[in-house]
């Protein structure tokens, strides 16, 4: 399973990245915002330290605008990935764009039946919200379940990045499901990384090893 930070805090893109263990940005409007940054500079900032796609999402809401919009944010730097509404109007976007080659992550999925029509308008990337659906009390991660059996009943090559995240439970289900990708704050994989019986064990093999050099 791929792994998505999803987030604009370079300081934290930069540490997390050096790991070898990130393979790509997710952003939107209210995670730059907290930046206080120019839109454009901070993604332009991201791209230049992941290899990996980093989505950057329109505002329009019309075909038209949001084609503009897009062609313009696909200028910042070969590895951004524009990320589009699941809306009659974004469906159209992701078909334009796909056909230019270009990438496209549909987001705030929340059905089979959408994830299953932006695949065959030719996305890259679906983001099916697994907390947001939680929070209404639905089950967020059988809707992830329900995509990768449909897409793997079709071949669809549309990648599942599970979005909206929130924990370790999430994420451990998520791989066990097979989505393609998961976006998580960066604070969650900190998190994983730490675990008290490897603490606990480093001090044990950290004092039995004095006594080997007396
Ligand atoms: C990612 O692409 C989404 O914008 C993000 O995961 C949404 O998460 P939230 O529901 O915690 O805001």
């Not at 070969?78 to 230019?100: F, Q, R």
């Amino acid at each position: 399973m791929k792994i998505f930070l999803d987030t604009a805090e370079i300081s934290q893109i930069r540490s997390l990245n050096e790991l070898g263990i990130i393979d790509g940005v997710t952003t939107n409007p209210s995670i730059i915002a907290k930046s206080g940054r120019k839109f454009q500079d901070v993604i332009a900032e991201i791209c230049s330290i992941v290899e990996g796609p980093v989505s950057a999402e329109v505002i329009a809401t019309t075909r038209n605008e949001m084609l503009t919009e897009a062609l313009e944010l696909v200028k910042i730097a070969a590895n951004v990935c524009i990320k589009l509404p699941t809306t009659l109007e974004g469906i159209h976007t992701c078909n334009a764009l796909s056909n230019k080659g270009i990438m496209v992550n549909m987001t705030l999925c929340f059905s089979a039946q959408q994830a299953l029509l932006v695949a065959k308008a030719g996305a890259s990337f679906v983001s099916p919200f697994i907390g947001r659906l939680d929070d209404i009390g639905h089950d967020g991660l059988s809707l992830i379940a329900e995509i990768r059996e449909i897409y793997n009943n079709y071949e669809f090559q549309t990648e599942i990045l599970a979005a909206s995240a929130r924990n370790s439970y999430h994420f451990t289900q998520c791989a066990k499901i097979g989505a393609d990708v998961i976006t998580i704050p960066p604070s969650l994989v900190e998190s994983f990384i730490k675990h008290p019986l490897t603490d606990k064990g480093l001090e044990i093999f950290a004092n039995d090893w004095k006594l080997t050099q007396k």
